[in-house]
Nanobody, 123 residues
Framework: QVQLVESGGGLVQAGVSLRLSCAAS????????MGWFRQAPGKEREFVAA????????VFADSVKGRFTISRDNAKNAVYLQMNSLKPEDTAVYYC????????????????WGQGTQVTVSS
C-alpha cells in the first residue's frame, strides 16, 4: 500500500483552472497506476482520470475529457490533475488513488486512497 496525500483544492469561479497534487510515499510508486476520483455529497464516487506506470497511457471520464489533464512525475513521487474550464458540476471532493492493476475506471481496482481535497466551483 502506498500513502497518498492530496492538495490544491479550493473555491474557484467557473471557467478558471486549478491544479491538484498528490504526494505519494513508497519506493514502488512508479509501479502503480494512479487515478483521480471525485465524489459529491449524496453521489457515488466516480472516476475522473488515470495514468499508467510510465505515464504513457491516460484515460479520462467523458465529463472531463478535453478539460482535465493527468500527469505524473515518478522522480518526485507525485501525480497531478490539471483542471481547466472548471464547471459547477465539477464540485466534489477529489481523491488520489493507486492501483496495482493497469489503468482502470473501476474504483475497486484501486487499493490506496488519499484523504481527499475539496474543489468547489461557483457560477
Amino acid at each position: 500500500q502506498v500513502q497518498l496525500v492530496e492538495s490544491g483544492g479550493g473555491l474557484v469561479q467557473a471557467g478558471v483552472s486549478l491544479r491538484l497534487s498528490c504526494a505519494a510515499s513508497g519506493r514502488t510508486f512508479s509501479t502503480y497506476t494512479m487515478g483521480w476520483f471525485r465524489q459529491a455529497p449524496g453521489k457515488e464516487r466516480e472516476f475522473v482520470a488515470a495514468i499508467s506506470w510510465r505515464g504513457i497511457n491516460t484515460v479520462f471520464a467523458d465529463s472531463v475529457k478535453g478539460r482535465f489533464t493527468i500527469s505524473r512525475d515518478n522522480a518526485k513521487n507525485a501525480v497531478y490533475l490539471q483542471m481547466n474550464s472548471l464547471k459547477p458540476e465539477d464540485t466534489a471532493v477529489y481523491y488520489c488513488a493507486a492501483s496495482e492493476d493497469y489503468v482502470s475506471r473501476d474504483l475497486d481496482a484501486y487499493n490506496s486512497w488519499g484523504q481527499g481535497t475539496q474543489v468547489t466551483v461557483s457560477s
